[in-house]
């Protein structure tokens, strides 16, 4: 030190040189000194433990969705660790601030750059920026000890700064006091002239301009005992909305703000006079003109008859004339149904155009409980120009209970033509019908002698089940006259050859003979184990050309050996007994045996 105690640079050694010194020792006679034993190793979490240094420093983030700070500082304190040279940021605690805080960065070693260094003591100081993870902290000041510890080191540390706080929280702890002189408004005589006396107003919120917005109604309730205003949601059937009815509760509605009412908490404080240059009042709302209430604007389209006899008595208006809000409605889109595919049945498909889940077509359950197992079977013969498929038989069922048709054709054998089902159970529409407008066959239809054209297909009606004659007479209200007859005409001829037949069995042998025959004829088929088919009768009527009821002999015993009928010729032998037959069921009776051995089918 020099003089006024001023550092002298000059002769100042260097650390080496004080090193040297101070192992040096003086050189005696004998040899030279020994040098001092060095002193016992400490490891640095030994001799830096629990040794941490503090620095006050603080940051600043960007508040991008308030409209009253733009910006927030945030005070913390940097640790830093002399055991392990790590480093931790922590931020103090404030509490109900909304903001997570306390540990910011966890004890570790921060990295100082992108070649791998981390941050040292050494590189920390009063009064420098310091970037931490992409975050930039101003270290203004640290504790004595960190002081002490970086002096001892040969650090020169830099003055300290300013701790700077954040202007929102400051300006929330200061806030401005106004005082307002009484006004010499007598609210006791307003509330006393207009008690009970509301202005009702029928408005409308367009919220269309937002995502899943719509057109709601609303009632604006003005109170003019107090000026308050409320809003009421009106509610309609089934909505879907929950039934809440208050949107705006009965308050004074502030119309226009003081300029500095840009910082003031809305959200959490409420609105008094002082933040507020004008409040709502009756005069400024008006029907057909919008009106803007808590940041909704409302369209007013008309009055109550009370509030047009305020406002002609109060301020002169007459002009109440109210406004259609109502929206068009759409223009009905005509459904356009596909044609058909020709794929199931027409009401079946149909149902895909009217649903994403089709279901099926409703069915008449009455008309298939009455009508159900109730067949009406007929014959047909197929029109073509080819005299082999002239020839060919089918049996036509017509199904009362759901007034589909199906076609089966009996196996003839020799005839080279595959029988068995021709078409299945389905609605068969008549020729001309058009898709939109069906129109399917109906027993009235299928007279004797009547062309039943079938997807392209003309059949000839020739012949008709007993059961249908006597359905038609029993049911002679729903069907036509000329049907009726036509069956009776064509069962005609039989019934008479069946009168003669009985009248000739009555003639020829007792009642008790045909009741043993009979007998006998089902005991034989029982012994043989036969099971008739329901075909065996319409092969039966096929053969009889004439329908006289009669049949060949040959060509009786042929038909008996083809459906494997163990015919006795002892029984069909005997003189004015019976040989086995068809009749309607399908179960074998007896028909008369004649001396022309002409078996008779009943």
């Known amino acids: 030190m020099g003089i006024g105690r001023e550092r002298l640079f000059v002769n100042q050694l260097s650390q080496a040189e004080l090193d040297e010194l101070s192992n040096k020792r003086p050189t005696l006679t004998y040899g030279q000194a020994k040098q001092a034993p060095p002193s016992d190793f400490i490891p640095a979490h030994v001799a830096f433990d629990k040794k941490v240094l503090k620095f006050d420093a603080y940051f600043q983030e960007d508040v991008p969705i308030s409209t009253e700070e733009h910006f927030r500082i945030r005070q913390v ?59 930039t902290f101003r270290i203004v000041d640290c504790d004595p000890f960190t002081q002490v510890f970086l002096e001892s080191q040969g650090i020169e540390l830099n003055l300290p700064e300013k701790m700077i706080f954040d202007p929102y929280t400051e300006l929330r702890k200061m806030p401005m006091r106004m005082y307002v002189t009484p006004s010499n408004f007598d609210q006791l005589k307003q509330f006393l002239t207009f008690d009970k006396q509301v202005l009702r107003f029928y408005a409308i919120w367009d919220d269309t301009e937002k995502m899943f917005g719509e057109n709601r109604p609303f009632i604006i309730h003005y109170y003019l005992a107090d000026d308050t205003v409320e809003v009421r949601e009106l509610h309609e059937r089934n909505d879907g909305r929950d039934p809440f009815p208050v949107l705006i509760r009965r308050q004074h509605l502030p119309k226009s703000f003081v300029d500095k009412m840009k910082t003031f908490p809305r959200c959490v404080l409420e609105i008094s006079n002082q933040e507020v240059l004008e409040w709502y009042t009756a005069k400024d709302f008006a029907v057909g003109k919008p009106v803007t209430l808590l940041g909704r604007s409302f369209f007013i389209y008309d009055c109550d ?21 109502k929206k068009k409605p759409p223009e009905e889109v005509p459904q356009i149904i596909p044609p058909y595919n020709g794929y199931g049945f027409l009401e079946d498909s149909l149902q895909n155009c009217f649903s994403l889940l089709p279901h099926p077509p409703r069915k008449n359950f009455i008309k298939m409980l009455e009508n159900d197992h109730k067949v009406l079977r007929y014959q047909v013969a197929l029109e073509s120009p080819n005299p082999e498929e002239r020839k060919r038989r089918f049996i036509l069922s017509y199904f009362l209970s759901t007034d589909m048709i199906s076609i089966y ?46 997807f392209g297909h003309r059949f000839i009606i020739t012949d008709a089940d007993e059961y249908v004659l006597n359905y038609m007479e029993s049911n002679v209200e729903s069907f036509p006259a000329a049907t009726l007859q036509s069956l009776r005409d064509h069962f005609a001829p039989r019934r008479r050859a069946a009168q003669a037949a009985e009248s000739q069995l009555a003639a020829g042998t007792g009642r008790q003979e045909l009741e043993e025959l009979v007998k006998q004829v089902q005991e034989q088929l029982k012994h043989h184990n036969y099971l008739s088919s329901s075909s065996m009768r319409e092969v039966f009527l096929h053969h009889d050309k004439d329908g006289s009821g009669f049949l060949e002999k040959a060509e009786f015993f042929a038909l008996c050996n083809r459906f494997n009928l163990p015919v006795s010729d002892a029984l069909v032998n005997k003189k004015g007994l019976k040989a086995p037959a068809m009749e309607q069921d399908p179960i074998v009776r007896g028909a008369t045996v004649s001396e022309s051995w002409q078996p008779r089918l009943l």
């Open 77 to 135: 304190g940097i640790y830093y660790y002399l055991e392990d040279d790590s480093m931790s940021v922590m931020e103090p605690i404030v509490e109900n601030s909304g903001i997570p805080q306390g540990k910011l960065i966890k004890r570790q070693r921060i990295p100082k750059n992108d070649h791998g260094d981390h941050y040292h003591w050494k590189d920390l100081n009063r009064g420098m920026n310091i970037t931490i993870y992409g975050k």
């Open 305 to 325: 008859e009370f509030t047009r006899q305020f406002y002609y008595e109060k301020f002169g208006i007459t002009d109440f004339q109210p406004v259609d809000v």
């Open 409 to 454: 054709e009996p196996p003839v054998r020799n005839s080279g033509i595959i029988g068995g089902k021709y078409l299945g159970k389905t609605k068969v529409p008549k020729p001309g019908s058009t898709t939109d407008n069906p129109v399917y066959y109906e027993p009235a239809d299928l007279t004797i002698g009547a062309t039943v054209e079938v």
